[in-house]
């Protein structure tokens, strides 16, 4: 689109006569706010701290210039420069070789745009973001917001207070939680206060499975509010709620919006991972907000300003049930690499897994590697034919978790795609070729935390098949009994 400056108004224009591309304006002008100016409450929904494309807005052009004349749309450059490089507004991408160019038809030039968020639809030098400036929706307050009456351990009461705290303050918190702690109930009080200051509450999570996971268990526990679940395809893409589960992707649509964020599994990928992501989850957050982190392995850094007093944060050491954290027993197991390519296991792998077949104990192997996991696979199938693998790009993952629940697998075999998120109630665990790179101090922990879940089975064996012990490793167990030492002392775990 190109546009005009004119008596200091912004104005769409056809023809390339005197008009220029968004981002070439120097500054755009913004109409002071016309109290009397009959506003469409659709578009109040729609835009009310989002930064969406003229395409995600089903209104006329005329009606959305109407609206910002009055002062209650604002244009922003889709693309901005910071002394002459671009960088794009949504994403926060300054890489140029994330930018590239395309003949455009919107404005009749060669025109840059964003590769990074291209999946959320094109931004270019062209495009105007538009939000809202006018005042946001009304919340509509039921008398109980709280449906969920359940019960805190004593450790989820002790987080689940900071969280109160931090949200009233709008101060930042970490919630460093072992996997097991019950770390969702523990945000309920933190989300009722919030909502009852009406105040907007979104909870972010890098994967799809958690928000589909999260959404029900939500909407049970705050039956008469608004829940908008956002993931790609998603059908509450335009939903208005006090409250939003979103995935992490999808606050790149949203800007200055909450006035609390939960961002789950702070550690995890794709987040660390995606600069993108962060910045989304900063430019989604109103200025003056609360932030709670939620993770059970904070990365190195993090850790360190934990114990050195530069970071807010409350750890629920022990699990709901009160009982300890597996400790992976480290068991050295040769060249396993080797023996693969021979079409053999490692005998004590194979030991450790015929030992559960026999006692019909499920367990989940973990290996760093599709190719070489599905080297085991055929061996393994002699020793029972129902044996599963499973790996990320696998078209049937979610059919065989379900089997794995249902106890129709013994075994499977898996990458790190279910290192975290996925419960089965009595497993053990396994890591065969524990020393490779992939499997780093926080996966480890996570992998130990899928054993001894449940309340009726709460130890499970642990064990890291290695070549070679390393660092992460160590560390990982080390978090891991430091925890359950912290647990002990602060009497949450019988024992
Ligand atoms: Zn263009
Ligand atoms: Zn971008």
Request: net charge positive; proline share 7%; charged share 25%.
């Given at each position: 689109m190109r546009f005009l400056v004119k008596n200091n108004l912004l104005v769409p224009l056809r023809e390339s006569k005197n008009s220029l591309p968004i981002s070439q304006i120097p500054v755009i002008p913004q109409p002071p706010l016309n109290p009397a100016f009959p506003y469409n409450v659709h578009l109040q929904l729609l835009l009310t701290g989002k930064q969406l494309l003229m395409d995600d807005v089903p209104f006329s052009l005329e009606e959305i210039q109407k609206h910002y004349e009055n002062g209650y749309i604002t244009y922003r450059k889709g693309i901005d420069y910071r002394r002459n490089h671009p960088i794009c507004s949504r994403c926060g991408n300054m890489a140029e070789n994330w930018f590239a160019r395309f003949p455009c038809a919107r404005c009749g030039e060669i025109c840059l745009y964003c590769r990074k968020c291209l999946m959320m639809g094109r931004i270019s030098a062209c495009t105007p973001l538009l939000g809202w400036n006018g005042r946001a929706p009304n919340h509509h307050l039921p008398e109980n917001i709280r449906g969920w009456k359940g019960k805190l351990s004593v450790g989820q009461q002790t987080a689940s207070n900071r969280v109160v705290e931090t949200v009233r303050n709008m101060k930042e918190l970490l919630v460093w939680a072992v996997c097991g702690a019950g770390k969702t109930e523990v945000l309920f009080a933190g989300i009722e206060t919030a909502l009852r200051a009406e105040r907007r509450v979104c909870i972010a999570t890098p994967r799809t499975d958690v928000v589909l996971e999260l959404t029900p268990r939500l909407k049970t526990a705050f039956p008469d509010i608004s829940v908008a679940s956002l993931f790609g395809g998603s059908e509450d893409r335009h939903l208005y709620a006090?409250?939003?589960?979103?995935?992490?992707?999808?606050?790149?649509?949203?800007?200055?919006?909450?006035?609390?964020?939960?961002?789950?599994?702070?550690?995890?990928?794709?987040?660390?991972?995606?600069?993108?992501?962060?910045?989304?989850?900063?430019?989604?957050?109103?200025?003056?907000?609360?932030?709670?982190?939620?993770?059970?392995?904070?990365?190195?850094?993090?850790?360190?300003?934990?114990?050195?007093?530069?970071?807010?944060?409350?750890?629920?050491?022990?699990?709901?049930?009160?009982?300890p954290l597996p400790i992976p027993s480290f068991t050295w197991c040769g060249n396993w690499q080797k023996q693969l390519k021979k079409e053999k296991l490692p005998a004590n792998v194979l030991h450790w897994i015929k030992e559960r077949l026999e006692n019909n104990k499920q367990a989940l192997l973990f290996f760093p590697h599709i190719l070489l996991m599905e080297k085991a696979l055929p061996i393994l199938r002699k020793l029972a034919p129902e044996i599963e693998s499973v790996h990320a790009e696998d078209p049937d993952r979610k059919n065989k978790v379900q089997k794995m629940r249902n106890k129709e697998i013994p075994l499977l075999l898996t990458t790190t795609i279910l290192e975290r998120g996925v419960t089965f109630p009595n497993i053990d665990v396994a890591v065969v070729g524990a020393e490779d790179d992939i499997f780093t101090e926080s996966a480890l922990v996570q992998i130990a935390g899928r054993a001894g879940r449940s309340k009726e089975f709460p130890n499970g064996v642990v064990t890291f098949f290695h070549y070679g012990k390393t660092e992460a490793m160590l560390k990982a167990r080390k978090q891991i009994t430091a925890m359950n030492r912290e647990g002990v002392r602060k009497g949450l775990i019988d024992g």
């Amino acid at each position: 689109m190109r546009f005009l400056v004119k008596n200091n108004l912004l104005v769409p224009l056809r023809e390339s006569k005197n008009s220029l591309p968004i981002s070439q304006i120097p500054v755009i002008p913004q109409p002071p706010l016309n109290p009397a100016f009959p506003y469409n409450v659709h578009l109040q929904l729609l835009l009310t701290g989002k930064q969406l494309l003229m395409d995600d807005v089903p209104f006329s052009l005329e009606e959305i210039q109407k609206h910002y004349e009055n002062g209650y749309i604002t244009y922003r450059k889709g693309i901005d420069y910071r002394r002459n490089h671009p960088i794009c507004s949504r994403c926060g991408n300054m890489a140029e070789n994330w930018f590239a160019r395309f003949p455009c038809a919107r404005c009749g030039e060669i025109c840059l745009y964003c590769r990074k968020c291209l999946m959320m639809g094109r931004i270019s030098a062209c495009t105007p973001l538009l939000g809202w400036n006018g005042r946001a929706p009304n919340h509509h307050l039921p008398e109980n917001i709280r449906g969920w009456k359940g019960k805190l351990s004593v450790g989820q009461q002790t987080a689940s207070n900071r969280v109160v705290e931090t949200v009233r303050n709008m101060k930042e918190l970490l919630v460093w939680a072992v996997c097991g702690a019950g770390k969702t109930e523990v945000l309920f009080a933190g989300i009722e206060t919030a909502l009852r200051a009406e105040r907007r509450v979104c909870i972010a999570t890098p994967r799809t499975d958690v928000v589909l996971e999260l959404t029900p268990r939500l909407k049970t526990a705050f039956p008469d509010i608004s829940v908008a679940s956002l993931f790609g395809g998603s059908e509450d893409r335009h939903l208005y709620a006090p409250l939003t589960i979103a995935t992490t992707h999808q606050l790149l649509r949203f800007h200055h919006a909450f006035d609390t964020i939960i961002l789950d599994e702070v550690d995890a990928f794709p987040y660390t991972a995606e600069e993108s992501l962060q910045y989304a989850a900063v430019h989604a957050r109103k200025p003056v907000s609360a932030m709670i982190y939620l993770t059970a392995t904070p990365n190195e850094k993090w850790q360190r300003e934990c114990r050195t007093g530069k970071r807010a944060f409350t750890t629920i050491p022990a699990r709901f049930h009160r009982h300890p954290l597996p400790i992976p027993s480290f068991t050295w197991c040769g060249n396993w690499q080797k023996q693969l390519k021979k079409e053999k296991l490692p005998a004590n792998v194979l030991h450790w897994i015929k030992e559960r077949l026999e006692n019909n104990k499920q367990a989940l192997l973990f290996f760093p590697h599709i190719l070489l996991m599905e080297k085991a696979l055929p061996i393994l199938r002699k020793l029972a034919p129902e044996i599963e693998s499973v790996h990320a790009e696998d078209p049937d993952r979610k059919n065989k978790v379900q089997k794995m629940r249902n106890k129709e697998i013994p075994l499977l075999l898996t990458t790190t795609i279910l290192e975290r998120g996925v419960t089965f109630p009595n497993i053990d665990v396994a890591v065969v070729g524990a020393e490779d790179d992939i499997f780093t101090e926080s996966a480890l922990v996570q992998i130990a935390g899928r054993a001894g879940r449940s309340k009726e089975f709460p130890n499970g064996v642990v064990t890291f098949f290695h070549y070679g012990k390393t660092e992460a490793m160590l560390k990982a167990r080390k978090q891991i009994t430091a925890m359950n030492r912290e647990g002990v002392r602060k009497g949450l775990i019988d024992g």
